[in-house]
């Protein structure tokens, strides 16, 4: 099968990595890649949001089947544009999309179909915002409605970090018409666990449990990032809470998409809070995780090509997917600065030098002759495996410890438990 996979990051890398795994895989393309994807696939010069591009390269090169990895290009709709041309794609259209380019429309469904997440309220208005957030219960979460790199979330732990989070957003434009609607909701507390999962809009099978950080420093200090690593599993869960996820979580949401007119089919990310009085949902993804699909990944036995073609054909539950035992990290490097201002173009060292049991997906990079150079915040992540957790973290900081590149700026602190 020619294969196009959308997408230039970390995530894709991991994507990439694991669909060359397929023999089934004649040849594979990506749109626009990275120095790392280009060892695995043909990179093409197209923007993942330059969907006429897309659809016309798609078409000129009888591509097979298009996997749809970022936020973007799905929620513009690249999935409906692909199949009106009669090209096979992966991941949710645009109306299925929304479930997480629109915080306000997630927090909605939960409250219609009764599934567990915060106490929230929506504003089109900054004035009605600030009025709520001075009369509100503190700590408050201030989200901004659409999509914005993951970084559009303020934990306000008083009431003028919460103002100047909604006049960051709603005034100062700082996430464009991502940020002109709010949800601002009460803050929950307990661990929290992402959980993706495959789903063909009726069966739902989930991956492994992962956990990222978010914040740019360690302790979980600092701004927030797309994350900064990563580490499976991310919780040890029993049967019955296995349970009570499928029951309360994950099957509701299928079924509740399904309802609306918009079957979800692809990979249905769920941020979790693990609280006392049962496990809530923070957000929702319409994608793999990025850096989660990092350490889920390489933990997959079963062929991901055969995943996918169950999904399109709606007989997921047909297939009994495997998983490796163990654990993986994944931790990031980034350039010095990463989430605000920083500079790229300087030379990585030590590329050859990391063991050859261990992965380095390339998230922002790009070749100049024989060098590789960064070209983004989230540089590069290293990922390990190992038996436990413990022993996967290890390995990784071992590992990154022969990278370097001027400024590189990484956590110390991935996987300790919380």
């Not at 009025?131 to 306000?156: S, T």
């Not at 018409?177 to 959980?195: D, M, W, Y």
């Not at 299928?254 to 249905?268: I, N, Q, S, T």
């Not at 590329?351 to 070209?375: K, M, N, W, Y």
Request: with cysteine; proline share 5%.
């Amino acid at each position: 099968m020619r294969i196009l996979l959308v997408g230039g990051g970390g995530r894709e890398h991991a994507i990439a990595w694991k669909l060359k795994q397929s023999a089934r895989v004649s040849q594979l393309f990506c749109a626009p890649g990275n120095a790392g994807i280009a060892s695995l696939a043909t990179c093409i010069p197209i923007k993942a949001t330059d969907l006429d591009a897309l659809v016309r390269f798609a078409s000129s090169e009888a591509i097979d089947l298009v996997f749809v990895a970022p936020d973007d290009p799905l929620a513009l709709g690249l999935v409906d544009r692909l199949e009106a041309a009669g090209i096979r794609a992966f991941g949710p259209r645009r109306n299925a999309a929304v479930l997480e380019s629109s915080k306000a429309f997630a927090k909605d469904l939960m409250r219609r179909y009764r599934i567990p997440t915060a106490a929230y309220q929506v504003f089109d208005d900054a004035g009605a915002a600030l009025a709520y957030v001075d009369g509100a219960e503190l700590p408050l979460v201030v989200k901004a409605d659409g999509l914005a790199l993951g970084k559009g979330v303020v934990i306000a732990h008083d009431r003028e970090e919460a103002r100047a989070a909604v006049r960051d957003m709603m005034l100062n434009n700082r996430f464009g018409q991502a940020g002109l609607k709010l949800v601002i909701e009460s803050c929950l507390s307990g661990p929290e666990l992402t959980l993706l999962a495959f789903t063909d809009g009726r069966t739902i099978l989930p991956m492994v449990t992962s956990r990222d950080h978010k914040r740019a420093c360690d302790n979980d200090q600092g701004l927030n990032t797309g994350g900064m690593g990563a580490v499976a599993p991310g919780a040890d869960l029993d049967e019955p809470a296995w349970r009570q996820l499928r029951e309360t979580i994950l099957q509701p949401t299928v079924d509740a998409m399904r309802a609306e007119g918009r079957p979800f089919k692809g990979v249905l990310y769920f941020g979790l809070m693990l609280t006392r009085e049962g496990p809530k949902v923070i957000e929702y993804n319409a994608r793999f995780g990025d850096p989660e699909a990092q350490v889920v990944l390489p933990l997959l036995e079963t062929d991901l090509l055969d995943i996918v073609e169950a999904i399109l054909d709606e007989r997921l539950n047909q297939l009994a997917i495997r998983w490796k035992a163990g654990a993986a990290c994944c931790v990031v490097a980034a350039s010095g600065g990463y989430p605000a201002a920083y500079q790229t173009g300087y030379p990585i060292h030590g590329l050859d030098q990391v063991p050859s049991d261990c992965l380095v997906f390339h998230a922002g990079t790009r070749r100049e002759d024989e060098t590789i150079l960064t070209h983004g915040g989230r540089v590069l992540g290293v990922t390990a495996l190992g038996p436990t957790v413990g022993e996967a973290v290890t390995r990784a900081y071992e590992a990154l410890g022969a990278i370097s590149f001027q400024d590189m700026h990484f956590r110390r602190d991935i996987g300790r438990p919380v």
